[in-house]
């Protein structure tokens, strides 16, 4: 991926997605963000979205999440990856 016009750092991308987790209907706590991840709990599950300069303005970004069950699991991932992706 790489930077959109509207961030200079990553480190900007990462604190609005910081807050956009705490904004949504779904209740987040414990959100971090520090150098690697910006992550949180959920219920039963721990999200965690994870930036890796790679140079330049690109970086890669992962969402990944522990949970007790597989489906649910798979489902917030996939909810948050979208909905990062959409607030950007």
Not at 2 to 8: D, M, S
Request: hydrophobic content about 40%; proline content about 1%.
């Amino acid at each position: 991926m790489e930077l959109g016009p509207n961030y200079q750092e990553l480190w900007q991308l990462k604190s609005n997605i910081q807050a956009y987790l705490n904004n949504l209907d779904v209740r987040f706590t414990d959100v971090i963000n520090n150098d690697q991840e910006v992550a949180g709990n959920l219920a039963d599950m721990r999200v965690s979205i994870l930036h890796l300069h790679i140079g330049g303005r690109g970086y890669f970004e992962q969402v990944i999440a522990s949970g007790t069950d597989v489906s649910q699991t798979r489902g917030i991932v996939d909810r948050i990856a979208n909905d990062i992706a959409q607030a950007r």
